[in-house]
């Protein structure tokens, strides 16, 4: 009942900037914790970064300082915002988020969007 709708990947030139979105959809009473992954060709999936429904954040040090995470809790999107990026960050990025099964059960159920492209290349 529940999907993931990923936006924004893409090519931009080493240095440049992007921006990606995921929006949640379907039956939502709230979202708890929501995150981005990525796997680049020939790596093992990597997380990236996460962030609380309250706003706390993690990164990976690869892309601390030069990424940041967000969320809106009242659109049920959760976005990344990738800057001075290196040809490293190429990889497909996929966004997570953990819903409960109902307003008041404890069992989170793990959503993950289709993945969305994004090179790095000059």
């Known amino acids: 009942q529940v999907q993931l709708v990923e936006s924004g990947g893409g090519l931009v030139q080493p240095g440049g900037s992007l921006r990606l979105s995921c929006a949640a959809s379907?039956?939502?009473?709230?979202?708890?914790?929501m995150a981005w992954y990525r796997r680049a060709p020939g790596k093992q999936r990597e997380l990236v970064a996460t962030?609380?429904?309250?706003?706390?954040?993690n990164y990976a040090d690869s892309v601390k300082g030069r990424f940041s995470i967000s969320r809106d809790n009242a659109k049920n999107t959760v976005y990344l915002q990738m800057n001075t990026m290196k040809p490293e960050d190429t990889a497909v990025y996929y966004c997570?988020?953990?819903?409960?099964?109902?307003?008041?059960?404890?069992?989170?159920?793990?959503?993950w969007g289709q993945g969305t492209q994004v090179t790095v290349s000059p």
């Open positions: 379907g039956t939502i009473f709230s979202i708890n914790d």
């Open positions: 962030i609380t429904r309250g706003g706390n954040t």
């Open positions: 997570n988020a953990q819903i409960p099964l109902s307003s008041t059960s404890r069992v989170m159920r793990n959503y």
